[in-house]
Structure formats: C-alpha cells, structure tokens
C-alpha cells in the first residue's frame, strides 16, 4: 500500500492497538490515516499543528492522542478523535525538538537541536529528566526498560546513556568521525547497534560505550538513517539509496534486501501494532506499508541455515579498512527558541 502524503514526511508512528498510522509533514501538518490489507487507505485527520515542520510524532495514552514536536520549540498533544489541541507548551525546549520516543506508558522522551534530552511524566504532568547529553542535534533514541537507561544519538558523532535513576548522563562515547543517525538495542540488551552518515554500523557492548567493538561496513556508502529491530538477532536498516534491508547480527551480514522504497533516503520505519505491516517514508512524499509476510518469505529459512552453522559464533566482522571519506553534515536547522517554562502544565488534560 502506497499513501500520497503531499509534502515531504518527517516521521511516523502507528497506533498501538488500531490499524491507524500518523505521519508528520514539513509543512507542519499532522495526518492520520486508517489502513487495512485489501482497501486503500483512509485519510481520518488533518491538523496543521506547527507553524514550522512536524519533525517529530508519537501515539500516547494508549492511542487517545498522538504529541508532535517541532523547530518552533512547541510539543503539541492533539486529541486523535476530533483533531482538537489538548494543550500545546510553547517553549518546551531551547532549541528545535527533532525527536520524540515513548518510554513506559507514562513517559516520553524528546529530543533537540542543540543536544538536550528531556522527560515527560504524563501523570505528574511535569518534566521530570532533563539531560545536556551532546553538542549537536539528537537523532535518535531508544530505552532499556530493565535498567532505565535512556540512549540517545548525535550529530556529534557520540552515543550518550542518560540513567533515568539519578538523572545524570552516565557516559557518552568518544567521538567518532561519523554523524550517528539511529540506534537499536540488540542480543538481549548485550549489544548496540548504530547507523551512522557513511553507512557503517558501530557496534556497541552493554556496558562498554567508550568506543565501539566492532564495525560493519557492507552498507556503505550510503548513509543509515533508520533501524528497526526485528527480533534479537536481525535488524531493519533503511539506507540513503532508498534500499530497506534485512541484517543480521552476530554473525555480522546482509541478509537480503527486503524492499526498495524509492531512490531516495528512508527517513524512517515503523512497525504496526501486530507488526504485520512495515511502514516507511521517505523523500519521494510517500507513506508505504509493505506486508511483513511478503517482506521475510525465505528470509527465515535463509536466516535459520546460517544460524546453525554459526551457532556457537559469538564474533563480531572487524572492519581494518580505510574510512570512508564524509559525505557532509546531516545537521538541522535548528530554530531559536525560548526559555523553558509552564512544563508542569504540559499534560494537565490528558
């Protein structure tokens, strides 16, 4: 399935119990589609939510509302039902928001231009975390639950792990002469996989940030903008070239390409709620959700023949070779803002 969003697409998210998808545009427009397997989809919602792009969007409250973030330094909670504003705070970051992630059921995390990382606690209607974590803009997050550490990447070129504990950043990698674009959790929270501006994957151990282990470098030379984890041992990259592919992890490999959305950059993937569809964006104005069944027909069988041959493998494919030379920043332009204030007011209608 194929939706026409229009305008460039930012991000998305699916609803986490409903075939519904959300998409957030560069114009600033919030839509929201409703999908199923044998009809087109549904346009249901369309909000102009910021006056500047919807860089950022997730479903919260078990579905009920969906919050957006933008360069204008607002987030915006919208009530999915009529397309009203719950409450919309201004000023909730200093700088452009680029990213916003769930974490528990009453918890969410955002992400700015100028490298801070924030927490929301919906039920005490309050910022509760706030975390100077990088130089340069967030790309991406994602959380270990179990340990309640939150790990975000950067512009900067560093992975940083913020504990939600003692709200403090407990460490930050060295830098890396890589833009570092997205990040999965992987191998049963041992690994830490991330995409970075040349197309090489840095590898991580739980435990051990400082420097990545490993390198897997069969992407390059495109950029990896988007991962996905599908199971503990496979990971869905979308790349610069437009080319959705399917990875494995220890033993380090492509396993095949699973799709191609265009010829463009795969800004982001997402899962539906049953994970029967895949959804991407990308440059090309283009909502696709492609079917996980028709995606993974052999890839399976392919993956399980090389696990049993590599079953008691546990290394990682060390890349000697010459770096890749820069392709040039991915940096957004970030938006001034202003100072943070009324945070305690944020979720007061949810």
Same mark, same amino acid.
């Given at each position: ?6 305008? #460039? ?6 609803? @986490? ?23 087109? @989809?549904?346009? #249901? ?67 700015? !231009? ?46 940083? *792990? ?20 997205? *990040? *999965?959790? %992987? ?30 470098? !069969? ?37 095949? @390409?699973?799709?191609?959305? +265009? ?23 283009? #909502? ?20 049993? +041959? ?11 070779? %010459? ?28």
């Amino acid at each position: 399935m194929e939706i026409d969003l229009g305008k #460039l697409p930012f991000d998305l998210d699916f609803h @986490p119990s409903n075939n519904l998808v959300a998409a957030g545009l560069i114009t600033g427009q919030l839509l929201l589609y409703r999908f199923a397997a044998e009809s087109q @989809p549904q346009r #249901l919602l369309e909000v102009s939510a910021h006056t500047e792009s919807c860089r950022a969007l997730r479903f919260i409250s078990e579905g009920r509302a969906i919050v957006t973030g933008s360069p204008d330094c607002s987030i915006l909670a919208t009530d999915i039902e009529t397309g009203s504003e719950i409450v919309r705070l201004e000023n909730s970051h200093g700088a452009a928001v680029n990213r916003i992630i769930n974490l528990t059921e009453s918890t969410i995390a955002s992400g700015d !231009d100028n490298g801070c990382i924030k927490v929301w606690d919906t039920r005490q209607r309050s910022c509760c975390n706030t975390f100077n974590a990088h130089e340069e803009y967030i790309s991406d997050m994602t959380f270990a639950s179990d340990s309640m550490k939150l790990l975000g990447t950067s512009g900067d070129g560093t992975l940083s *792990v913020c504990n939600l504990r003692s709200n403090k950043v407990q460490t930050r990698s060295e830098f890396s002469e890589d833009e570092l674009l997205s *990040v *999965v959790i %992987m191998k049963n929270g041992r690994k830490v996989i991330c995409g970075t501006q040349t197309g090489t994957l840095l590898l991580y151990s739980w435990g051990f940030f400082k420097d990545c282990s490993d390198r897997f470098v !069969d992407l390059s030379p495109n950029s990896v903008d988007a991962l996905l984890k599908l199971d503990e041992d496979r990971v869905i990259a979308g790349s610069e070239n437009g080319i959705i592919s399917l990875i494995g992890i220890l033993p380090n490999r492509i396993i095949q @390409p699973i799709a191609e959305h +265009s010829e463009y950059p795969v800004e982001r993937l997402a899962f539906s709620h049953d994970r029967k569809f895949l959804g991407s964006i990308s440059h090309d104005q283009t #909502l696709k959700l492609w079917d996980m069944e028709d995606l993974l027909q052999g890839s399976v069988r392919n993956n399980s023949a090389v696990a049993d +041959s590599d079953s008691d493998s546990d290394e990682m494919e060390v890349d000697d070779g %010459m770096q890749k030379p820069s392709k040039g920043t991915k940096t957004k332009m970030a938006s001034k803002g202003q100072n943070f204030s009324n945070s305690e007011n944020f979720f007061a209608d949810l």
